[in-house]
């Protein structure tokens, strides 16, 4: 079972960004994206159920960032918009198989046994 993360570069303030998440092996119930900048924790991103398309989101993206999946391809998005200095860090894809939508479950990384490798977000202001 293998995550692929892909979609990171440079963009300047206030631009765009889509990340994917391929999945490839299997199907999980519930998938995140978190991301690390240097010399800060892993933080929580958003999470997406995949069966009946819930999302959820951490207050620092909500209403700029949209977590979506594509049933067909396996893989989970990340569109990013709107994106601000702070958002810049190495953004990673993981997954579970648990379906407990708890928030508390929800954004705790140890919650997810799947990660993907990273894929490096840098905006520019």
């Known amino acids: 079972v293998q995550l692929q993360a892909s979609g990171g570069g440079l963009v300047q303030a206030g631009g765009s960004l889509r990340l994917s998440c391929a999945a490839s092996?299997?199907?999980?119930?519930?998938y995140a994206w978190f991301r690390q900048a240097p010399g800060k924790e892993r933080e929580f991103v958003a999470a997406?159920?995949?069966?009946?398309?819930?999302?959820y989101y951490s207050d620092s993206v909500k209403g700029r960032f949209t977590i979506s999946r594509d049933n067909a391809k396996n893989t989970v998005y990340l569109q990013m918009n709107s994106l601000k200095p702070e958002d810049a860090a190495v953004y990673y894809c993981?997954?579970?198989?648990?379906?407990?939508?708890?928030?508390?479950?929800?954004?705790?990384?140890?919650?997810?046994?799947?990660w993907g490798q990273g894929t490096l977000v840098t905006v520019s202001s």
């Open positions: 993981a997954a579970t198989g648990s379906s407990s939508w708890q928030s508390v479950a929800v954004k705790d990384l140890r919650e997810y046994s799947n």
């Open positions: 997406i159920r995949w069966s009946v398309s819930l999302s």
């Open positions: 092996g299997r199907t999980f119930s519930k």
